[in-house]
Each structure stands twice: as C-alpha cells, then as structure tokens.
Antibody
Framework: QVQLQESGPGLVKPSETLSLTCTVS??????????WSWIRQPPGKGLEWIGY???????NYNPSLKSRVTISVDTSKNQFSLKLSSVTAADTAVYYC???????????????????WGQGTTVTVSS | EIVLTQSPATLSLSPGERATLSCRAS??????LAWYQQKPGQAPRLLIY???NRATGIPARFSGSGSGTDFTLTISSLEPEDFAVYYC??????????FGGGTKVEIK
C-alpha cells in the first residue's frame, strides 16, 4: 500500500525559504492516476490546501499563497517537494503531503479528494 | 473562490447518540464534496467522497448526503473513537481545493 513521508527542517528563520520533501513508497509519482498535494494546519486551526502537482509537472496553487509557493516533482527519487519563500510566523504549521486521485469528466482530468496522507511534519518559523 | 461553512463549530453529544454535521458551499459544487475525520496528533482520514460514498474501511454508521450547496455528514450512533474534528472539502471548476473550518464532536 502506498505511504507518504514528509521530511525537512523543523525550524526556519523569518524571510527565508521553507523546503519540504514528500517521499512516496508503494506507488509512483509518475502515475497519471494521481495528483500530489501539500496541505498545512497552523496550531489549533483548520486545514489549508497549499497546492498540487501532476506527474507532467503542471501545478495549481492556493491563490492566497501562489506568489510564494513552488511545488516540484522528482520522478527519479519518487518524491515531490514544496518551497515556500519569505516565510513569517504565520507560516508555522504542521505540513502534510497527500495523494489526490485524478478523476475524469468531459472537461478532462481534475483533482478530487485526498485519499492517502503523510503523518505530517511540524515547521516553526522563528529566529 | 468557493467558501465552505461548517456548522456547528462544536457538537456535544454522548456515545450512542446521532451526530448531524452540516457543510454549506457558497456556490454549487455539484457532488464534489468529501469529508475527513481528524483526531489529535493525527493526519486527517478520508471518510466520504462524492458526497455520499464511504471510503474503504469506513464503518456503515458514517453516511453522507446532499448536493449543490448543502451537505450533511451523519454518524448514526457515536462510538468512543468517533469523537474528533470533521472537515468537508470541495474542488472548484478551476481545480483549486478548499476545506471547511471544521466541526468538533466532543463528549458531553
């Protein structure tokens, strides 16, 4: 069964770039059947979708974060990554990666839901 | 941008009682709605997709209904392990994904 595991620094300084990686095991990021997504959850708050990437490299980002977010995929390592620039304390959160099945209708392929999640990694922004 | 509003924010119930959670969308999302359960310190778990389909391994006491803008998650008889936070999630026509603010089901 597919498993996802987040990794990266737990502490990032303000104004720097947060970088996280999600390693996929038991499945392939090259599969056209899935998008690969990042979600975050600030302490004591709800879930916020950050963005996703398709195996082809096409991406879609939350408009509120779009200017600072880059999601990329490394098929050779079966990983996908998140970069969030110019971080502030408001970016302190648990960051999750998740698998998103691709559904198809007359408009083409589209993302749907998150069916497999990583355990999450806590990132604190502080000097 | 479609906004999902969940109500109530907190639901205080006893084991064995029926829980009814609401998720309202600011515009129609057809049946593209999912529900997740999250327990403290854990990642969310998919419960319901396409408004009314249970995900693999989800007990039959969980059911979803609705379409368009109004959706409901029902837990027919609360088990001790069901006390958690529940989120709804939708996908928009342009591909963005959105979560509701969550409903906490707590023990009364």
């Amino acid at each position: 069964q597919v498993q996802l595991q987040e990794s990266g620094p737990g502490l990032v300084k303000p104004s720097e770039t947060l970088s996280l990686t999600c390693t996929v095991s038991g499945g392939s990021v090259s599969s056209g059947s899935y998008y690969w997504s990042w979600i975050r959850q600030p302490p004591g708050k709800g879930l916020e979708w950050i963005g996703y990437i398709y195996y082809s490299g096409s991406t879609n980002y939350n408009p509120s974060l779009k200017s600072r977010v880059t999601i990329s995929v490394d098929t050779s390592k079966n990983q996908f990554s998140l970069k969030l620039s110019s971080v502030t304390a408001a970016d302190t959160a648990v960051y999750y990666c998740a698998r998103v099945p691709a559904r198809y209708d007359s408009s083409g392929y589209y993302p749907s839901l998150m069916d497999v999640w990583g355990q999450g990694t806590t990132v604190t922004v502080s000097s | 941008e479609i906004v999902l509003t969940q109500s109530p924010a907190t639901l205080s119930l006893s084991p064995g009682e029926r829980a009814t959670l609401s998720c309202r969308a600011s515009q129609s999302v057809s049946s593209y709605l999912a529900w997740y359960q999250q327990k403290p310190g854990q990642a969310p778990r998919l419960l319901i997709y396409d408004a009314s389909n249970r995900a693999t391994g989800i007990p039959a006491r969980f059911s979803g209904s609705g379409s368009g803008t109004d959706f409901t998650l029902t837990i027919s008889s609360l088990e001790p392990e069901d006390f958690a936070v529940y989120y709804c999630q939708q996908r928009s026509n342009w591909g963005s994904l959105t979560f509701g603010g969550g409903t906490k089901v707590e023990i009364k």
